[in-house]
């Protein structure tokens, strides 16, 4: 079975400034990882994805994540965030092999302020 | 390449009516996924295709929810007798077969907001 945590229910944070948004995952099988982005009543877009090779992996809209198999951590950073970048974040995990469902994390709303 | 869609948009239904949807995948791609979204949490998992064959369905699928891919293209996703538990979001997303690499990434559609009164 697999899990994603994160941690942060919400975070604020004011234009241009950085940040960084948290995801930890556990599971007892090589995974891949992704970053989804959700603006209100849609549907999820792909921000970045981990599936081999370099653990830094730069994704759409300045974003970029880095895979920490040690720490089974995939947190997301972004050095400049916009207005546009307000929305909710979802952290996903996929088995390698088999079915290759997604599990998600509870997300993390993005607040960017003035 | 229009995109996953998904149809309709929105849905509002009573209590004990029967509903469905449907989901147009990116073309030639063989993986359908079905996930639920409710408030304030990330999407599960209900089912999923690859071409027209139903490979796993979760155990949120209740007996009163059933997923189609008759040909391999379109799926549709009945729910019957709803209740006000069923009132979600209902993403589909589609993939080409996995196990490929960069194959191994789903894209998703801008979903159906099921609301039962």
């Known amino acids: 079975a697999q899990s994603v945590t994160q941690l942060d229910s919400q975070v604020p944070v004011f234009e241009e400034a950085p940040v960084e948004l948290r995801c930890n995952y556990s599971?007892?099988?090589?995974?891949?990882l992704f970053w989804y982005v959700q603006y209100p009543n849609q549907g999820l877009q792909l921000l970045l994805k981990?599936?081999?090779?370099?653990?830094l992996v730069k994704g759409i809209n300045g974003f970029e994540a880095e895979f920490n198999k040690s720490q089974t951590s995939f947190h997301l950073r972004k050095p400049s965030v916009h207005i546009s970048d307000t929305a909710e974040y979802f952290c996903?995990?996929?088995?390698?092999?088999?079915?290759?469902?997604?599990?998600f994390g509870t997300g993390t709303q993005l607040k960017v302020e003035l | 390449d229009t995109g996953v869609s998904q149809d309709p948009r929105h849905k509002i239904t009573k209590r004990g009516q029967n509903v469905t949807f449907r989901c147009d995948p990116i073309?030639?791609?063989?993986?359908l996924y079905w996930y639920r979204q409710t408030l304030g949490q990330g999407p599960e998992f209900l089912t999923y295709?690859?071409?027209?064959?139903?490979?796993?369905k979760s155990r949120l699928l209740s007996d009163r929810f059933s997923a189609e891919r008759p040909k391999g293209s379109f799926s549709t996703l009945e729910i019957q007798r709803t209740e006000q538990g069923d009132s979600a979001m209902y993403l589909c997303?589609?993939?080409?077969?996995?196990?490929?690499?960069?194959?191994?990434?789903?894209?998703f559609g801008p979903g159906t907001r099921l609301t039962v009164l």
């Open positions: 997303a589609s993939s080409p077969t996995p196990g490929q690499g960069a194959r191994d990434t789903q894209y």
């Open positions: 599971s007892s099988v090589s995974v891949y």
């Open positions: 981990y599936l081999s090779g370099s653990t």
């Open positions: 996903a995990v996929s088995s390698t092999g088999g079915g290759n469902k997604l599990t």
């Open positions: 073309s030639e791609h063989n993986r």
């Open positions: 295709f690859q071409n027209e064959a139903q490979l796993e």
